[in-house]
């Protein structure tokens, strides 16, 4: 059973930063890809970065510039820094690890999410 913990999500002003950490536990042999989705309201979840196995990384036009996603595969772990937060980056945001090789097959897992919230 592989399972996904986020956190690092929180309060924080426009203009200021946040961290978000996600870990994946389990009987992991490996990841092809890790990444953070958020879902605005009224809209269908979005992909805001990710990152492969090779380091290539993808991100919404939204955030470019301003969040980078990283990965430690020895800690089975995504990360992603968030700068010059805006009010819209306000949302839930939830870690994805997608095709997880484990003794019981390839799959994809999701995080429970963590809230970030940008206001004052």
């Known amino acids: 059973q592989v399972q996904l913990e986020e956190s690092g999500g929180g309060l924080v002003q426009p203009g200021g930063s946040l961290r978000l950490s996600c870990k994946a536990s389990g009987s992991i042999f490996s990841i092809a890809a890790m990444g953070w989705y958020r879902q605005p309201p009224g809209k269908q979840r979005e992909l805001v970065a990710a990152i492969t196995r090779h380091n290539r990384r993808d991100y919404v036009d939204s955030v470019k510039g301003r969040f980078t996603i990283s990965r430690d595969d020895a800690e089975n772990a995504v990360y992603l820094q968030m700068n010059s937060l805006k009010p819209e980056d306000t949302d839930v945001y939830y870690c994805?690890?997608?095709?997880?090789?484990?003794?019981?097959?390839?799959?994809?897992?999701w995080g429970q999410g963590t809230r970030v919230t940008v206001g004052s």
């Open positions: 994805q690890a997608t095709r997880v090789a484990t003794p019981d097959g390839v799959n994809d897992y």
